[in-house]
């Protein structure tokens, strides 16, 4: 099956991109290169001895989108590209919705014009807001800002655009994504982040002066803030087989993809600084505005539905973005 992976690029539509190629699927990525560039998809060429046909293009270009689909022929579309700051959706709110809502819109409208019927997107654990941990799938929907709106609202059109032009989707509430393949041969790029895992690495590679702590007196064992981290290789193997899961399934299905299991920021100090043998510079500032203490998943749905559970815990998480983040 031939797949078009919009934002295959970027950090977890690359590691979707292997996961594909390695389950041999034939894959097309869509890009723009604006928060990204084709350093992961190189090497991962290398890696596979596979070609990847790649499209320098924007998902608001319907033209070239349509072009694309009728010259590669996809059968499903993972869909990645979007922009994912929330501090900044907030201070642009029109940025994300015409990236994240109307990009996602205008991919949709293709699809149906070109018949193409399977589309697996990314979405977020911030759908859920402040909701009390494990957060299921069924807690209500309560977003606090665009870039979460943004996410919900898309949702919301493959719900309709499966009642009535019958394009079937699986959404993946993703939860904290970090780390690396664990070949250490494609990672993260640092200039798309603003995440701590990336962000801690940096500082202890010397690259960054200080790393900055939003607030230490939550309501925790060590009064720092707790979130479910996932390995990017989960999330891709989930879009694996969420794929499959359309091939006998159709409808618009949802699911939450994180580990159950939360950890605090001052835990991810302390075992980023085991592993690599260095101290970590950090100052502690106040806490967030309406920034949650705590965040874990409850992702049973995914394992009865899918057959997915997350394979890597937190150590080999941050072992991994070592290894990525110290080779470069
Ligand atoms: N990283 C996380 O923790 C996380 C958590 C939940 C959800 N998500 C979602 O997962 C998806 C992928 O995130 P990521 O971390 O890989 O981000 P990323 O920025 O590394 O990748 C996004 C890719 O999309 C491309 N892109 C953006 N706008 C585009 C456009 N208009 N046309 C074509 N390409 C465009 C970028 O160039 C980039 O390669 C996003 O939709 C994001 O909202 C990420």
Redesign the pocket.
């Known amino acids: 099956m031939k797949v078009l992976v919009?934002?295959?690029?970027?950090?977890?539509?690359?590691?979707a991109v292997l996961e594909l190629l390695n389950n041999d699927y034939q894959v097309v990525v869509?890009?723009?290169?604006?928060?990204?560039t084709k350093v992961n998809l190189d090497e991962i060429e290398k890696m596979t001895g596979k070609t990847i046909d790649f499209v320098e293009?924007?998902?608001?270009?319907g033209e070239k989108l349509t072009q694309s689909i009728k010259q590669y022929q996809p059968e499903a579309v993972m869909?990645?590209?979007?922009?994912?700051k929330v501090g900044e959706s907030v201070e642009n709110p029109e940025k994300y919705y015409r990236?994240?809502v109307l990009?996602a819109f205008n991919v949709l409208n293709v699809m149906k014009e070109n018949k193409v019927d399977k589309f697996i997107?990314?979405?977020?654990?911030?759908l859920y807001g402040n909701a009390v941990s494990p957060i299921g799938e069924f807690a209500e929907l309560h977003p606090i800002n665009p870039?979460a709106r943004?996410?919900m609202f898309v949702e919301g059109i493959l719900n309709d655009y499966f009642t009535a032009y019958k394009i079937s989707s699986v959404a993946?509430?993703?939860?904290?994504?970090?780390g690396a393949d664990i070949s250490g041969k494609i990672g993260?790029?640092v200039k798309?982040?603003a995440?701590i895992i990336p962000l801690i690495m940096e500082t202890l590679m010397g690259r960054r002066e200080k790393l900055t702590l939003f607030g230490d007196q939550f309501n925790t064992a060590d009064g720092t803030q707790e979130r479910d981290y996932?390995h990017?290789t989960d999330?891709a193997k989930a879009h694996v087989l969420a794929l499959k899961k359309l091939e006998n399934s159709k409808g618009y299905h949802f699911y939450n993809l994180g580990t159950g299991v939360s950890t605090s920021n001052k835990k991810l100090i302390e075992i980023a600084e085991q592993l690599s043998g260095k101290k970590l510079n950090y100052e502690i500032v106040g806490a967030r505005v309406g920034d949650p203490e705590v965040l874990y998943a409850n992702a049973t749905k995914a394992k009865e539905e899918l057959g997915w559970v997350a394979q890597y815990n937190v150590q080999q998480i941050l072992q991994s973005a070592w290894n990525w983040h110290s080779s470069r």
Do not use: P, Q, W
Request: net charge negative.
């Open positions: 919009t934002g295959g690029a970027g950090y977890i539509g690359s590691h869509y890009d723009s290169l604006e928060m990204s293009g924007d998902i608001l270009d869909h990645f590209a979007a922009y994912k990236n994240n990009g997107f990314s979405s977020t654990c911030s870039y943004s996410k993946l509430r993703y939860f904290n994504a970090a993260e790029e798309a982040t995440n996932i990017v999330l």
